[in-house]
DNA sequence: TCATTAAAGTTAT
DNA sequence: ATAACTTTAATGA
């Protein structure tokens, strides 16, 4: 998934590092890098203007960043923002398209890594618009859960806070919360050491 | 059903 | 110690 770290480096990628909460881009910026994240982890999000944050993804190693937007002349639709200490490489556009002719094979896996995206984005719009609460959250677990190998039940942790999780469903805290502690209630996870086992 | 407010407990820095 | 996060309870739309 990720682009090779040398070929990067080859074409003049640079290492960058950010602390936890520094902005990565803005949303209405300009895009004009490419990103992909060596350690640490990323939001992408929004801040209602009544300041409550709307989580758009969280990504982390190997992921790559608004890759999607550098295709367009469109603005940022939303920031990007650490949420640990990150080190990421950096790569101007220009030099970022040069790669892609260099490497034509590229365009594929840019494409299957696109479309995974789409993909999620689909289904997490779906279960964010249209469920009860317990719902959505069930769906939201269910999604990252897909990630990981492993799919017995309880086996895989949640990697967010209750807070994380409130902004990405875009329910309050509280809510999240009493919904977490019902669907223990009803065996749909577990929480140990206040993790969500999942 | 869910957001909001307030208050208090817990963990991380 | 202080800030950030988690939890519970009361109230109201």
Request: net charge positive; with cysteine; charged share 25%.
């Amino acid at each position: 998934m990720p682009i090779n770290k040398n070929h990067l480096y080859e074409i003049g990628a640079v290492l960058e590092k950010y602390n936890a909460g520094d902005y990565i881009f803005r949303e209405n910026g300009t895009p004009q890098f490419y990103y992909q994240i060596l350690t640490g982890e990323i939001k992408l999000n929004n801040y209602h203007s009544d300041g409550k944050e709307f989580i758009q993804n969280i990504l982390s190693t190997d992921d790559s960043i608004g890759e999607s937007l550098l295709f367009t002349e469109k603005a940022y639709p939303m920031n990007a923002r650490a949420l640990t200490e990150c080190s990421l490489l950096k790569l101007s556009k220009t030099s970022f398209y040069k790669l892609l002719e260099l490497q034509p094979q590229l365009y594929l896996m840019l494409c299957k890594a696109l479309s995974e995206r789409l993909y999620k984005k689909y289904i997490l719009i779906k279960s964010v618009s249209c469920h009860s609460a317990s719902e959505r959250q069930n769906e939201v677990m269910q999604l990252m859960k897909q990630e990981q190998d492993n799919q017995s039940p309880f086996t895989f942790e949640i990697p967010l806070t209750r807070q994380q999780l409130a902004s990405l469903t875009g329910l309050c805290i509280e809510t999240t919360i009493r919904t977490i502690k019902k669907m223990e209630r009803q065996k749909l996870l577990r929480i140990e050491n206040r993790k969500i086992m999942y």
